[in-house]
């Protein structure tokens, strides 16, 4: 039974190998080009990710550091020009001013912190439904097929999500319970984000209520001008004496300058390697989808030409073998192995629902049609069958016959063995082969 003992993607290849050798070494070549280039894509892609996120973090942090150094370049004005010791008096002659202030700004600060941890919880959360089929194709990606041994790649596999097929063996399979699950976990999410949404646009009109305050308090309060949290952390820290402040500005302005001289040349590095990245990517995609296509279009010209002819010499010999009503073969590009009919599609494989009569037509007539397609394309000289208990299976006689006069009849060396002795005529020499006992002593292998 040799079809049980090939993998579907062993049947196509063997198949091909004898009926057009240098077109199956062609569609192997690039079979192996496009799992390489795949794996290249995604490392490619991956590499990309991780530089796109480290050069978004130094972009923040050059951002940070921009803000940081305007406020105490901002500080550093306000020294020279005076004002800062103005604002330092009239808060320490109104305390109640001091004190009111103190309480919003810290109330500001608190909801700027909230704000920003609210918004990177929502985009982590936006993100959910656009990663889900991607988390799966490369999911599937890390697998080897066990019935084709071929890798599958990952833009295969969402082509299949998309039409309903598993993404794995790529057979028509409800995904409705995978999806009913992701579903359930977006529209969690959709509620997660609702929720977030509202929380933030609440924030959002505390944060102007409080800013609605301190800007009535500065109409106020002309004399503390254009005084924030900041500024005025500065002067609690250093108990309102204007050189420490002046010192630590001067400190921090150039920590800053230091900072941001490194933040910069780490963020020309990585966009420098984004864009190489993005370079490699772009190759690498355009080197598979033409590898890809070249399988797509050697493979239709294989089934085109010699594994249709393969098919259709096969389904000949299989009904010249079979007496009953005949079988339409079909053998598509993955190795399977079909037999359309009026009612069902049956299947060579596990549940094909195929008699055992069948099953052994169909491995004897499949062994003959390789062997004639092998010598006929000198692939190798196969000129001898051997069957092991061949008709063993096929209870009605016609059957029986009609295979034997269709292998004896084959320019081929026939060996067969039986326990049929009915069948001896059919064969040109005879060996009786007898069961004896085998007596041996340990001291025969020392």
């Given at each position: 039974m040799?079809l049980?003992?090939l993998?579907r993607?062993k049947r196509?290849s063997?198949?091909?190998t004898v009926?057009?050798e240098?077109?199956?070494?062609r569609?192997e070549?690039?079979e192996r080009?496009?799992?390489q280039?795949?794996q290249?894509v995604?490392?490619?892609?991956?590499e990309?990710?991780r530089v796109?996120?480290?050069?978004q973090?130094v972009e923040?942090?050059?951002d940070?550091l921009?803000?940081q150094q305007?406020k105490?370049?901002n500080i550093?004005e306000?020294?020279?020009?005076?004002?800062?010791?103005?604002?330092?008096?009239?808060?320490q002659?109104?305390?109640?001013?001091?004190k009111?202030?103190?309480q919003?700004?810290?109330?500001?600060?608190?909801?700027r912190?909230r704000?920003?941890k609210?918004?990177?919880?929502?985009?982590?959360q936006?993100?959910?439904d656009?990663e889900?089929?991607e988390?799966i194709?490369?999911?599937?990606?890390?697998?080897?097929?066990?019935?084709?041994?071929?890798r599958?790649t990952?833009e295969?596999a969402k082509n299949r999500?998309d039409?309903g097929n598993?993404p794995?063996c790529g057979?028509?399979?409800?995904l409705?319970e995978?999806?009913?699950?992701?579903?359930e976990?977006i529209?969690?999410?959709?509620d997660?984000?609702?929720?977030?949404?509202?929380?933030i646009?609440?924030?959002?009109d505390q944060?102007q209520?409080?800013?609605?305050d301190?800007?009535?308090l500065?109409e106020?309060?002309p004399?503390?001008?254009?005084?924030d949290?900041?500024?005025k952390r500065r002067?609690?820290n250093?108990?309102?004496?204007i050189e420490?402040v002046q010192r630590?500005?001067?400190d921090?302005?150039?920590?800053?300058?230091?900072s941001?001289?490194e933040s910069?040349?780490?963020?020309?590095?990585?966009?420098e390697?984004?864009?190489?990245?993005e370079?490699?990517?772009e190759?690498?995609?355009?080197?598979?989808?033409s590898?890809?296509g070249m399988v797509?279009e050697?493979?239709?010209?294989?089934?085109?030409a010699?594994?249709?002819?393969?098919s259709?010499?096969?389904e000949?010999?299989y009904?010249?073998m079979n007496s009953?009503?005949?079988?339409e073969?079909d053998?598509?590009?993955?190795?399977?192995i079909q037999?359309?009919?009026?009612?069902?599609?049956r299947?060579y494989d596990?549940?094909?629902n195929?008699?055992?009569s069948?099953?052994?037509?169909?491995n004897i007539?499949?062994?003959?049609?390789?062997?004639q397609?092998a010598?006929?394309n000198e692939v190798i000289?196969?000129d001898t069958i051997?069957l092991?208990?061949?008709f063993?299976?096929?209870?009605?006689?016609?059957n029986?016959?009609?295979a034997?006069?269709?292998?004896?009849?084959l320019?081929k060396q026939?060996?067969?063995?039986?326990s049929d002795?009915?069948?001896?005529?059919w064969?040109?020499?005879?060996e009786?082969l007898?069961r004896?006992?085998?007596q041996?002593t340990?001291?025969?292998?020392?």
């Amino acid at each position: 039974m040799p079809l049980d003992k090939l993998s579907r993607n062993k049947r196509i290849s063997l198949i091909r190998t004898v009926t057009n050798e240098d077109l199956r070494q062609r569609i192997e070549r690039f079979e192996r080009a496009e799992d390489q280039l795949e794996q290249l894509v995604v490392e490619t892609r991956d590499e990309k990710r991780r530089v796109s996120e480290d050069l978004q973090e130094v972009e923040r942090t050059i951002d940070d550091l921009e803000s940081q150094q305007e406020k105490y370049e901002n500080i550093q004005e306000k020294i020279s020009t005076g004002e800062l010791q103005e604002i330092s008096e009239q808060l320490q002659r109104n305390q109640e001013l001091e004190k009111k202030l103190d309480q919003l700004f810290r109330e500001k600060e608190g909801i700027r912190k909230r704000l920003r941890k609210l918004h990177r919880k929502k985009g982590k959360q936006e993100n959910y439904d656009s990663e889900v089929k991607e988390i799966i194709a490369e999911a599937v990606n890390d697998f080897v097929c066990p019935t084709c041994d071929r890798r599958i790649t990952t833009e295969k596999a969402k082509n299949r999500i998309d039409t309903g097929n598993c993404p794995y063996c790529g057979r028509k399979h409800s995904l409705k319970e995978l999806r009913n699950s992701i579903e359930e976990q977006i529209e969690r999410s959709d509620d997660l984000i609702e929720d977030l949404e509202a929380e933030i646009e609440e924030l959002r009109d505390q944060r102007q209520e409080v800013t609605d305050d301190i800007e009535q308090l500065r109409e106020e309060q002309p004399e503390i001008g254009e005084l924030d949290g900041f500024i005025k952390r500065r002067l609690d820290n250093h108990s309102h004496d204007i050189e420490a402040v002046q010192r630590h500005t001067q400190d921090e302005l150039e920590n800053i300058s230091e900072s941001l001289s490194e933040s910069r040349a780490k963020q020309e590095e990585l966009s420098e390697r984004k864009e190489r990245a993005e370079e490699r990517l772009e190759a690498y995609s355009d080197a598979l989808e033409s590898a890809s296509g070249m399988v797509d279009e050697l493979t239709e010209e294989s089934l085109e030409a010699g594994i249709q002819e393969f098919s259709d010499a096969w389904e000949e010999a299989y009904n010249e073998m079979n007496s009953n009503l005949e079988l339409e073969i079909d053998i598509n590009e993955e190795g399977r192995i079909q037999f359309p009919g009026r009612n069902n599609l049956r299947e060579y494989d596990r549940g094909g629902n195929l008699s055992g009569s069948e099953l052994h037509l169909l491995n004897i007539s499949f062994v003959s049609t390789l062997s004639q397609f092998a010598t006929e394309n000198e692939v190798i000289d196969w000129d001898t069958i051997v069957l092991d208990e061949p008709f063993s299976n096929l209870q009605e006689e016609e059957n029986k016959e009609a295979a034997l006069e269709y292998l004896t009849g084959l320019d081929k060396q026939l060996i067969a063995t039986t326990s049929d002795d009915s069948l001896e005529a059919w064969f040109e020499n005879v060996e009786v082969l007898e069961r004896e006992p085998l007596q041996t002593t340990l001291g025969d292998f020392v």
